[in-house]
Nanobody, 126 residues
Framework: QVHLVESGGGLVQAGGSLRLSCTAS????????RGWFRQAPGKDREFVAA????????TYADSVKGRFTISRDNAKNTTYLQMNDLKPEDTAVYFC???????????????????WGQGTQVTVSS
């Protein structure tokens, strides 16, 4: 019922920046939390960043802390991931995911996210 579509990926040199967007459509609940995950070839999917439905409680993986910023504009049904000072190890397919509001929030755990986008490729050259 809810569809997420990522955009903004591409090829960038190390030290550069990209901004990813995740736009929701369908039966949208603005109280749902949003997360960004990434998966590089041959590696497990890993948590990147998350934000609560209200736009608070941002959470980041240690590997991106200080470089990436997650935000959302609920009026536009869009969640963003601003990525600065990109490194080759950031190369991956980036996925946006939604987690329904509940008694607890599990921002870093992929299995608690109920719906996902198709992903957008981010490639960082050295």
């Amino acid at each position: 019922q809810v569809h997420l579509v990522e955009s903004g990926g591409g090829l960038v040199q190390a030290g550069g920046s990209l901004r990813l967007s995740c736009t929701a459509s369908g039966r949208i609940f603005r109280s749902d939390h949003r997360g960004w995950f990434r998966q590089a070839p041959g590696k497990d999917r890993e948590f990147v960043a998350a934000i609560s439905g209200s736009g608070g409680r941002p959470t980041y993986a240690d590997s991106v802390k200080g470089r990436f910023t997650i935000s959302r504009d609920n009026a536009k049904n869009t969640t963003y991931l601003q990525m600065n000072d990109l490194k080759p190890e950031d190369t991956a397919v980036y996925f946006c995911a939604g987690q329904v509001q509940g008694r607890f929030w599990f921002p870093m755990i992929a299995i608690y996210y109920g719906y996902w986008g198709q992903g957008t490729q981010v490639t960082v050259s050295s």
